[in-house]
C-alpha cells in the first residue's frame, strides 16, 4: 500500500472534523479489517482492541472468576468441571486465540504505519496481551510467533520460547519503545478508532507506565532497580477512574459486553452464585461494596456458597448472585453496557502501593491504599463517606502487613470486575510462607469436590487444545501445577 497516500488521506480526514465515525462505528463486531488486500490502520486499531476484550472478557471470564473463588456453579444445574478444578486443553482456545489475532493486527500497525503515536499504542497493546498469556499459560510462542506471512519467513509452527528469560523482557522493550515514541508527541493521533482512550497520548503513556511496573513487580528482585529507575512521580501512571484502560460496550447489537453475550445465550446469569469465600470476606470486614458486586436473597441477607458445593446444598437454600445476574438489564457485574478492564484506577494504585511497601520507590503506600478503595467505591457509585469509614475500620491499611492488605485489597476491587488480572495476582502474592489465598491459613476454601490432591489449587492453565493438534513445535502439556516463573 502507498503509505504516504494514506497518510495525506488520513490527515485530510482529520482537517474535516473526522465526521466519518464514532466510537460505536468502530465497535461493530462485525467489521473484519482483514478481508481487504489495502487494510486501514485504524480498523486494525479498533479490531485488536475488540478481539483483546472478548479474548480477557468473554470465555475465560466467569471461569477465572470461579478460581478467584468469587463465584461458583449454583442451582439447577450440574457441577462444573472449573469448580472442580478440572480444566480440558479446550477452555483456553479462545484467551490465547484472540489475543495473539490481535497482535497480529498491532504487527501490521507496527510494521505499516508511519505515524509514531498508532505505532506506540499497538506496542502497549501487543505488550499487553503478550503479558496476559504468558502470566496465564507460562512459556509460549513469542520470537517466532506472528511471522506466518511469506516475509516474515513463513514460520508455521513458531517454537516457545521462556517467560522469564524471552517474553518478559520483550514486553519491556515494548512498552519502553512505546513511552519514549509517545513522549516524542507525534503529529497524527488515534480517534474514535481508539475504543480505549479515543487518541489521548498521555493516557496512553500512563497505562505504558503502570504496565511496565507490573512488569517490574512481577520479576521480582531482578525488577527493583529498574522500578526505581522509572518511577519519578505518582502522576506518571493510572491513578482515577477517567484515566484506567477499558473497553465500553453499549446496549446495541453487535456491540454488547462479551460475557453478558455469552451469559445470556447460554444461561450463565442463571447458573452463577456468590461464593462464602467472598461473602464472608466482604461481611467480616465490614464492607458495603458487598451490595455492590451480589445481589441480595430473597429475603434481603447475602449468603455464599462453598465453591463446588452445590451438591451438598439444601435444596431450599437461596444464594446470593453476582449483580444484574437475573436482571433482564443485566446489572454492576453482568450487563450489557458494562467495560472490560485491561487496568483500573485500584490497579494503577495498589501497583503503586506494592513498589513502595517493598520499598523500591519513595512514596506513600497507605496513601496509594486508601485512593486504590475511593476509587473502586466510586466506581461502583458508593458514597465517598462511605469508602472512609471502611478505611478508618477494617478496611485500614495494615502497615505492619502491608504485603497482605495490598493482596487482599486488590482481590477485593477486582471482584467479578477483572478476574483474569484477580486469579493471576493472587498466585503471585500467595506463598506457604505468606499464606493470603490458597495456601493452608489463606482466605479461599478448598472446593467441595477437588479433582486435585487435597488441599492443590491450580496455578496455571492447561496449553490451548488448538497449540496441541496445530503447532509441530508444541513442546507438550504441563499439569494444572506448573508454575509460571514468577510463582512462589
Same mark, same amino acid.
Not at 41 to 60: C, F, K, N, P
Not at 230 to 240: A, E, K, M, P, V
Not at 460 to 486: C, D, M, R
Given at each position: 500500500?502507498?503509505?504516504? $497516500?494514506?497518510?495525506?488521506?488520513?490527515?485530510?480526514?482529520?482537517?474535516?472534523?473526522?465526521?466519518?465515525?464514532?466510537?460505536?462505528?468502530?465497535?461493530?463486531?462485525?467489521?473484519?479489517?482483514?478481508?481487504?488486500?489495502?487494510?486501514?490502520?485504524?480498523?486494525?486499531?479498533?479490531?485488536?482492541?475488540?478481539?483483546?476484550?472478548?479474548?480477557?472478557?468473554?470465555?475465560?471470564?466467569?471461569?477465572?472468576?470461579?478460581?478467584?473463588?468469587?463465584?461458583?456453579?449454583?442451582?439447577?444445574?450440574?457441577?462444573?468441571?472449573?469448580?472442580?478444578? %478440572?480444566?480440558?486443553?479446550?477452555?483456553?482456545?479462545?484467551?490465547? /486465540?484472540? #489475543?495473539?489475532?490481535?497482535?497480529?493486527?498491532?504487527?501490521?500497525?507496527?510494521?505499516?504505519?508511519?505515524?509514531?503515536? !498508532?505505532?506506540?499504542?499497538?506496542?502497549?497493546?501487543?505488550?499487553?496481551?503478550?503479558?496476559?498469556?504468558?502470566?496465564?499459560?507460562?512459556?509460549?510462542?513469542?520470537?517466532?510467533?506472528?511471522?506466518?506471512?511469506?516475509?516474515?519467513?513463513?514460520?508455521?509452527?513458531?517454537?516457545?520460547?521462556?517467560?522469564?528469560?524471552?517474553?518478559?523482557?520483550?514486553?519491556?522493550?515494548?512498552?519502553?519503545?512505546?513511552?519514549?515514541?509517545?513522549?516524542?508527541?507525534?503529529?497524527?493521533?488515534? *480517534?474514535?478508532? +481508539?475504543?480505549?482512550?479515543?487518541?489521548?497520548? &498521555? %493516557?496512553?503513556? $500512563?497505562?505504558?507506565?503502570?504496565?511496565?511496573?507490573?512488569?517490574?513487580?512481577?520479576?521480582?528482585?531482578?525488577?527493583?532497580?529498574?522500578?526505581?529507575?522509572?518511577?519519578?512521580?505518582?502522576?506518571?501512571?493510572?491513578?482515577?477512574?477517567?484515566?484506567?484502560?477499558?473497553?465500553?460496550?453499549?446496549?446495541?447489537?453487535?456491540?454488547?459486553?462479551?460475557?453478558?453475550? =455469552?451469559?445470556?445465550?447460554?444461561?450463565?446469569?442463571?447458573?452463577?452464585?456468590?461464593?462464602? /469465600?467472598?461473602?464472608?470476606?466482604?461481611?467480616?470486614?465490614? +464492607?458495603?461494596?458487598?451490595?455492590?458486586?451480589?445481589?441480595?436473597?430473597?429475603?434481603?441477607?447475602?449468603?455464599?456458597?462453598?465453591?463446588?458445593?452445590?451438591?451438598? =446444598?439444601?435444596?431450599?437454600? %437461596?444464594?446470593?448472585?453476582?449483580?444484574?445476574? #437475573?436482571?433482564?438489564?443485566? *446489572?454492576?457485574?453482568?450487563?450489557?453496557?458494562?467495560?472490560?478492564?485491561?487496568?483500573?484506577?485500584?490497579?494503577?494504585?495498589?501497583?503503586?502501593?506494592?513498589?513502595?511497601?517493598?520499598?523500591?520507590?519513595?512514596?506513600?503506600?497507605?496513601?496509594?491504599?486508601?485512593?486504590?478503595?475511593?476509587?473502586?467505591?466510586? !466506581? #461502583?457509585?458508593?458514597?465517598?463517606? &462511605?469508602?472512609?469509614?471502611?478505611? =478508618?475500620?477494617?478496611?485500614? !491499611?495494615?502497615?505492619?502487613?502491608?504485603?497482605?492488605?495490598?493482596?487482599?485489597?486488590?482481590?477485593?476491587?477486582?471482584?467479578?470486575?477483572?478476574?483474569?488480572?484477580?486469579?493471576?495476582?493472587?498466585?503471585?502474592?500467595?506463598?506457604?510462607?505468606?499464606?493470603?489465598?490458597?495456601?493452608?491459613?489463606?482466605?479461599?476454601?478448598?472446593?467441595?469436590?477437588?479433582?486435585?490432591?487435597?488441599?492443590?489449587?491450580?496455578?496455571?492453565?492447561? !496449553?490451548?487444545?488448538?497449540?496441541?493438534?496445530?503447532?509441530?513445535?508444541?513442546? *507438550?502439556?504441563?499439569?494444572?501445577?506448573?508454575?509460571?516463573?514468577? +510463582?512462589?
Amino acid at each position: 500500500m502507498n503509505t504516504h $497516500k494514506f497518510k495525506f488521506i488520513f490527515l485530510l480526514v482529520l482537517a474535516l472534523g473526522t465526521p466519518f465515525y464514532s466510537c460505536k462505528d468502530y465497535l461493530d463486531v462485525n467489521v473484519d479489517p482483514n478481508q481487504s488486500t489495502i487494510s486501514r490502520v485504524d480498523l486494525q486499531l479498533s479490531s485488536s482492541q475488540l478481539m483483546t476484550a472478548i479474548g480477557i472478557g468473554q470465555r475465560i471470564y466467569p471461569q477465572l472468576s470461579i478460581l478467584a473463588q468469587y463465584q461458583t456453579g449454583g442451582p439447577g444445574v450440574s457441577l462444573g468441571d472449573p469448580d472442580q478444578h %478440572k480444566w480440558a486443553s479446550s477452555e483456553g482456545n479462545e484467551v490465547f /486465540t484472540q #489475543l495473539y489475532r490481535s497482535n497480529t493486527n498491532l504487527n501490521y500497525i507496527i510494521q505499516n504505519s508511519t505515524e509514531t503515536n !498508532y505505532i506506540a499504542v499497538a506496542k502497549v497493546l501487543r505488550a499487553y496481551n503478550f503479558q496476559v498469556c504468558a502470566d496465564l499459560f507460562g512459556d509460549l510462542p513469542y520470537s517466532e510467533a506472528l511471522k506466518g506471512d511469506i516475509a516474515d519467513g513463513s514460520i508455521l509452527h513458531p517454537k516457545y520460547d521462556s517467560a522469564k528469560d524471552v517474553i518478559y523482557p520483550g514486553i519491556e522493550n515494548d512498552l519502553r519503545e512505546a513511552i519514549d515514541l509517545i513522549e516524542r508527541a507525534g503529529v497524527v493521533t488515534p *480517534g474514535a478508532d +481508539d475504543l480505549i482512550y479515543h487518541g489521548d497520548m &498521555e %493516557k496512553w503513556n $500512563k497505562f505504558a507506565h503502570s504496565l511496565l511496573l507490573k512488569v517490574y513487580l512481577r520479576q521480582g528482585a531482578s525488577g527493583q532497580a529498574k522500578a526505581a529507575q522509572l518511577y519519578s512521580s505518582d502522576d506518571q501512571f493510572i491513578l482515577t477512574n477517567d484515566e484506567a484502560a477499558f473497553i465500553q460496550f453499549y446496549d446495541a447489537a453487535g456491540q454488547r459486553n462479551p460475557q453478558w453475550n =455469552a451469559a445470556k445465550s447460554t444461561a450463565l446469569g442463571n447458573y452463577y452464585v456468590a461464593t462464602n /469465600t467472598s461473602t464472608d470476606y466482604l461481611t467480616a470486614t465490614g +464492607d458495603p461494596r458487598i451490595d455492590a458486586f451480589y445481589d441480595r436473597t430473597a429475603d434481603n441477607t447475602h449468603f455464599g456458597l462453598n465453591p463446588g458445593g452445590i451438591q451438598e =446444598a439444601p435444596p431450599t437454600q %437461596k444464594f446470593s448472585r453476582p449483580a444484574g445476574a #437475573l436482571a433482564a438489564t443485566g *446489572g454492576l457485574i453482568f450487563g450489557p453496557s458494562n467495560p472490560v478492564f485491561l487496568m483500573s484506577a485500584w490497579e494503577g494504585n495498589l501497583l503503586l502501593a506494592e513498589a513502595a511497601a517493598r520499598g523500591w520507590i519513595t512514596t506513600d503506600a497507605n496513601a496509594l491504599y486508601n485512593a486504590a478503595v475511593q476509587a473502586s467505591f466510586e !466506581y #461502583l457509585g458508593l458514597d465517598a463517606t &462511605e469508602a472512609d469509614t471502611y478505611l =478508618a475500620a477494617e478496611g485500614a !491499611y495494615d502497615a505492619a502487613n502491608a504485603i497482605k492488605s495490598i493482596a487482599l485489597q486488590k482481590w477485593v476491587c477486582m471482584n467479578n470486575l477483572q478476574p483474569v488480572e484477580s486469579w493471576i495476582e493472587a498466585r503471585r502474592f500467595d506463598s506457604t510462607g505468606t499464606p493470603i489465598f490458597f495456601s493452608p491459613g489463606g482466605i479461599f476454601h478448598e472446593p467441595a469436590h477437588n479433582a486435585l490432591p487435597a488441599g492443590t489449587f491450580p496455578s496455571i492453565l492447561p !496449553y490451548p487444545e488448538n497449540e496441541e493438534s496445530l503447532n509441530q513445535s508444541f513442546p *507438550g502439556q504441563h499439569g494444572l501445577t506448573a508454575k509460571v516463573f514468577w +510463582d512462589n
